[in-house]
Nanobody, 123 residues
C-alpha cells in the first residue's frame, strides 16, 4: 500500500503561481513514476503531467505545457507541480498518482491516488 499526501493548493489570482507537493510513503529502493491529474467541476479527470524515476517528464499537449513544471525530490519521495501564469480554466481539484514503471498519461495505469487539493484561480 502506498499513501500519497498532497499539499499546496489554494486561491490565487490569474497570472499568479502555486506549487503543489505530493509526498509518497513507499519502501526504500522502490522505482516508481508519479503523475498529476485534475478535475474541474462537471468535467472528467484529465492528465496534467507525470515524471518517471529517470526524471523524464511528460505533459498534457497544449493546456499546461510551458506553464507547469514537474519535478521530484528522491530523498523525500516527493513530487512537485510548479504552476505559473495560472488561468481561471486551471481551477480544479488536483490529484497526484503513483505507478510502478515509467510515467504515462493514462489514469487507469496508476495504482494509488492522493486525496486531491483544490486550486482556484480568480479572474
Amino acid at each position: 500500500q502506498v499513501q500519497l499526501v498532497e499539499s499546496g493548493g489554494g486561491l490565487v489570482q490569474a497570472g499568479g503561481s502555486l506549487r503543489l507537493s505530493c509526498a509518497a510513503s513507499v519502501r526504500p529502493f522502490t522505482r516508481f513514476a508519479m503523475g498529476w491529474f485534475r478535475q474541474a467541476p462537471g468535467k472528467e479527470r484529465e492528465f496534467v503531467g507525470a515524471i518517471s524515476w529517470s526524471g523524464d517528464t511528460i505533459y498534457d499537449g497544449d493546456s499546461v505545457k510551458g506553464r507547469f513544471t514537474i519535478s521530484r525530490d528522491y530523498a523525500k519521495n516527493t513530487m512537485y507541480l510548479q504552476m505559473s501564469s495560472l488561468k481561471p480554466e486551471d481551477t480544479a481539484v488536483y490529484y497526484c498518482a503513483f505507478k510502478w514503471g515509467d510515467a504515462v498519461s493514462s489514469s487507469g495505469q496508476y495504482a494509488f491516488w492522493g486525496q486531491g487539493t483544490q486550486v482556484t484561480v480568480s479572474s
